[in-house]
């Protein structure tokens, strides 16, 4: 049996899918071997899984779910004690019955008055014993590596059974017309490459064809999701196409990220409910990676979305937050040319950042009782110390308005790099950096344009490292 991994949770989502029409559900279970236990209707959202119904097993293990209200259409699952579960498609019949022995449901599993239903099982059944030999295939390969024979017979024999395995997902695609066994599997289509062509004078021919399939990849990539079909969401696979979209992409770069969101939000408005999700998806995605550079992406989908007024489904309230938010990323983002600041310094002369004429500026806020720092500003000492060619320089600022510990603290460890000092932040150099908390670091490029933020000082040699060998 499968296992229930993820655990079941009421359904308390943010979105409020759309209504059908009130006509009812009835799924009558019969479990052999099993009897009274409780037993649960759940339905997938994505990557989670949710509960919708609960029914007690008599003693003939015999149980019905039931409502005067209509499912949403999508992939349901039944589960057993021991958090095993068997799946169901609930389309637009719902009034249908479920049989097979608890112990072995794929094998005895049968179905009535639901002809995709069991269309749906033999479809598995069918599916896991190619699975079987493909992966058969595969081990024996691995285990074949020396001996270039056999490589070359498992490779051809391994091409054959991915041919047949694609070939019998378009057949289920074809004999099931639109209904909702045909959608699923057309989404779980991989998609076809073309041959390409690469001019014979090209430097690269490799990176070239790399470069064209990418770009195919990039274009094609959704070409087996229909994003105006609701029932897509109350399945696992919309999920994790967006997933392996985004989160696969190796070009993680904002503008090429901006540009997918453009197109796959365009598609996803011919459906509300399919737009909403793929919407927070992005949104939640993005809020909360750790990639340097997809703030920007952040504020693009706030600025598109949420901020604009598309987003019906949040509060005013989270409007308003988000929107404070969002302003303060709006003047740090990377490629952006950094804010000057000009200010006292720990020589009382006045500093400014932008008069820095370095191939490369460190941007360092800091405080002196910050435990934090206390690690990180020696080991960037370190660091600037170790500099011999001069192309880099520190301005540091710190964020405390004790002067006595600032002073004390730059003459103690011997901070020879320029220390910026602006207690009462007339510079808003808070604002403009975004300076919530200390250390942060930004590096900057010869002409003041924001290269990296955020990094730790352990970081930075490799940073610079490698943007002087790949972007100068």
Same mark, same amino acid.
């Given at each position: 049996?499968?296992?229930?991994?993820?655990?079941?949770?009421?359904?308390?989502?943010?979105?409020?899918?759309?209504?059908?029409?009130?006509? #009812?559900?009835?799924?009558?279970?019969?479990?052999?071997?099993?009897?009274?236990?409780?037993?649960?209707?759940?339905?997938?959202?994505?990557?989670?899984?949710?509960?919708?119904?609960?029914?007690?097993?008599?003693?003939? #293990?015999?149980?019905?779910?039931?409502?005067?209200?209509?499912?949403?259409?999508?992939?349901?699952? *039944?589960?057993?004690?021991?958090?095993?579960?068997?799946?169901?498609?609930?389309?637009?019949?719902?009034? $249908?019955?479920?049989?097979?022995?608890?112990?072995?449901?794929?094998?005895?599993?049968?179905?009535?008055?639901?002809?995709?239903?069991?269309?749906?099982?033999?479809?598995?059944?069918?599916?896991?014993?190619?699975?079987?030999?493909?992966?058969?295939?595969?081990?024996?390969?691995?285990? !074949?590596?020396?001996?270039?024979?056999?490589?070359?017979?498992?490779?051809?024999?391994?091409?054959?059974?991915?041919?047949?395995?694609?070939?019998?997902?378009?057949?289920?695609?074809?004999?099931?017309?639109?209904?909702?066994?045909?959608?699923? *599997?057309?989404? /779980?289509?991989?998609?076809?490459?073309?041959?390409?062509?690469?001019?014979?004078?090209?430097?690269?021919?490799?990176?070239?064809?790399?470069?064209?399939?990418?770009?195919?990849?990039?274009?094609? $990539?959704?070409?087996?999701?229909?994003? !105006?079909?609701?029932?897509?969401?109350?399945?696992?696979?919309?999920?994790?196409?967006?997933?392996?979209?985004?989160?696969?992409?190796?070009?993680?770069?904002?503008? !090429?990220?901006?540009?997918?969101?453009?197109?796959?939000?365009?598609?996803?408005?011919?459906?509300?409910? *399919?737009?909403?999700?793929?919407?927070?998806?992005?949104?939640?995605?993005?809020?909360?990676?750790?990639? /340097?550079?997809?703030?920007?992406? /952040?504020?693009?989908? @706030?600025?598109?979305?949420?901020?604009?007024?598309?987003?019906?489904?949040?509060?005013?309230?989270?409007?308003?937050?988000?929107?404070?938010?969002?302003?303060?990323?709006?003047?740090?983002?990377?490629?952006?040319?950094?804010?000057?600041?000009?200010?006292?310094?720990?020589?009382?002369?006045?500093?400014?950042?932008?008069?820095?004429?370095?191939?490369?500026?460190?941007?360092?806020?800091?405080?002196?009782?910050?435990?934090?720092?206390?690690?990180?500003?020696?080991?960037?000492?370190?660091?600037?110390?170790?500099?011999?060619?001069?192309?880099?320089?520190? $301005?540091?600022?710190?964020?405390?308005?004790?002067?006595?510990?600032?002073?004390?603290?730059?003459?103690?460890?011997?901070?020879?790099?320029?220390?910026?000092?602006?207690?009462?932040?007339?510079?808003?150099?808070?604002?403009?950096?975004?300076?919530?908390?200390?250390?942060?670091?930004?590096?900057?490029?010869?002409?003041?344009?924001?290269?990296?933020?955020?990094? @730790?000082?352990?970081?930075?040699?490799?940073?610079?490292?490698?943007?002087?060998?790949?972007?100068?």
């Amino acid at each position: 049996m499968k296992k229930f991994i993820t655990g079941l949770i009421p359904a308390l989502i943010a979105f409020q899918l759309s209504a059908q029409t009130a006509t #009812g559900y009835q799924i009558s279970v019969n479990i052999a071997g099993l009897r009274d236990s409780t037993i649960f209707l759940a339905y997938h959202f994505g990557d989670k899984q949710y509960l919708k119904d609960t029914a007690a097993l008599d003693s003939r #293990g015999s149980a019905v779910f039931s409502d005067a209200k209509s499912l949403p259409q999508g992939i349901y699952m *039944v589960v057993l004690p021991g958090r095993t579960y068997f799946e169901v498609l609930v389309t637009e019949d719902q009034n $249908f019955s479920a049989s097979c022995t608890y112990n072995d449901y794929l094998n005895t599993l049968e179905f009535r008055g639901s002809e995709e239903n069991t269309r749906f099982i033999r479809y598995q059944k069918k599916w896991v014993s190619l699975q079987q030999e493909a992966s058969y295939l595969a081990k024996r390969l691995q285990a !074949s590596r020396q001996n270039a024979d056999s490589v070359k017979f498992l490779s051809e024999k391994q091409k054959i059974i991915e041919q047949e395995m694609k070939s019998y997902l378009r057949s289920v695609i074809s004999e099931n017309g639109k209904n909702l066994l045909a959608v699923l *599997v057309k989404a /779980m289509l991989p998609l076809e490459f073309p041959e390409f062509s690469v001019p014979g004078t090209a430097r690269n021919p490799d990176s070239l064809k790399w470069v064209m399939r990418y770009n195919y990849n990039t274009d094609h $990539f959704f070409d087996n999701i229909d994003f !105006s079909d609701d029932r897509l969401l109350r399945t696992p696979l919309l999920h994790a196409r967006l997933d392996a979209y985004f989160r696969g992409d190796p070009i993680q770069a904002a503008d !090429s990220i901006n540009r997918k969101v453009d197109k796959i939000l365009g598609r996803s408005q011919a459906n509300h409910d *399919v737009f909403q999700y793929v919407a927070v998806w992005l949104f939640n995605h993005y809020r909360e990676s750790e990639i /340097m550079g997809h703030d920007a992406v /952040m504020v693009k989908l @706030a600025d598109d979305i949420y901020l604009s007024g598309k987003a019906d489904w949040v509060t005013q309230d989270f409007r308003d937050k988000l929107a404070k938010d969002i302003e303060l990323l709006r003047n740090n983002l990377i490629g952006m040319t950094a804010k000057d600041l000009v200010m006292d310094s720990y020589r009382g002369i006045y500093v400014s950042l932008h008069d820095i004429e370095k191939d490369f500026t460190i941007l360092y806020f800091w405080e002196p009782d910050c435990g934090h720092c206390k690690e990180a500003t020696p080991k960037l000492k370190d660091f600037y110390n170790q500099q011999k060619d001069y192309t880099l320089e520190v $301005f540091a600022v710190c964020t405390t308005s004790d002067r006595q510990k600032w002073s004390e603290y730059i003459g103690k460890n011997g901070l020879t790099w320029i220390n910026g000092w602006d207690p009462n932040r007339a510079t808003h150099y808070d604002y403009y950096y975004n300076v919530q908390s200390t250390p942060i670091i930004y590096i900057l490029d010869r002409s003041k344009k924001i290269i990296a933020k955020k990094l @730790a000082v352990e970081d930075i040699a490799g940073f610079i490292e490698n943007y002087r060998k790949f972007f100068r």
